[in-house]
Every structure is written in structure tokens, then in C-alpha cells.
Nanobody, 124 residues
Framework: QVQLVESGGGLVQAGGSLKLSCAAS????????MGWFRQVSGKERECVAA????????YYAVFVKGRFTISRDNAKNTMSLQMKNLKPEDAAIYYC?????????????????WGQGTQVTVSS
């Protein structure tokens, strides 16, 4: 079982930037498709971005496309989400997730391991 730990959340003004990191330990990180999800209280967890095990394929939700960049470093067992031009509606708890499959997945059901989450707050 892989363990995931997110970091990098915080408070930022609208238009600002944050970089989230996810450190993985346990099973072979390079075999896992990975994703970043976010959740606001009372709403379903939604996929923000996803990446396949090799980093060859990426997915971005339409509401972050052009502003967020997902990347991974398999040599360091880390994944990142660079967030730019943040908007108040981006405020949420952000989670990194690992799939047992190397493919790119968007649905939460395809992920079996989740980090504890990191809070992102965007002030207007």
C-alpha cells in the first residue's frame, strides 16, 4: 500500500499562485496513475488534474485548464500541482490520490489511496 502526504496549501490572494506537492512512499510509485482532487464542504470530490504512471498523459478539468499544471517525478516519488491565477472558487481541500492502475483516471472510484488533504484558501 502506498502512503501519500500532501503539502503546500495555504492562504493566497486571488490571482496568486501556490504549488502543492504529494510525497509517496510504499509500493512502486512509478506504477500508479495519480490525480489531484478537491472538495468543498457539501459537494462531491472532483478531479482537478490527473496523470498516468509515466507522465505521458495528463488531464485537466475545464475550470483549471491553462492555470494549473500537474507533474510527477518518479525518481523522487513526488507529484506536484502548480496553481496559477487562483480564483476564490478554487478554495477547497485538495487531495492527491493513487490508482492501482498505471492509466490516467478521472473518477474517484478508480483510486484506492488518498492523502489527508491540504487546505487552499483564496481571498478576493
Amino acid at each position: 500500500q502506498v502512503q501519500l502526504v500532501e503539502s503546500g496549501g495555504g492562504l493566497v490572494q486571488a490571482g496568486g499562485s501556490l504549488k502543492l506537492s504529494c510525497a509517496a512512499s510504499g509500493r512502486a510509485f512509478s506504477e500508479n496513475g495519480m490525480g489531484w482532487f478537491r472538495q468543498v464542504s457539501g459537494k462531491e470530490r472532483e478531479c482537478v488534474a490527473a496523470i498516468d504512471s509515466r507522465g505521458d498523459e495528463t488531464y485537466y478539468a475545464v475550470f483549471v485548464k491553462g492555470r494549473f499544471t500537474i507533474s510527477r517525478d518518479n525518481a523522487k516519488n513526488t507529484m506536484s500541482l502548480q496553481m496559477k491565477n487562483l480564483k476564490p472558487e478554487d478554495a477547497a481541500i485538495y487531495y492527491c490520490a493513487a490508482s492501482p492502475s498505471p492509466s490516467l483516471w478521472i473518477q474517484t472510484i478508480n483510486y484506492d489511496t488518498w492523502g489527508q488533504g491540504t487546505q487552499v484558501t483564496v481571498s478576493s
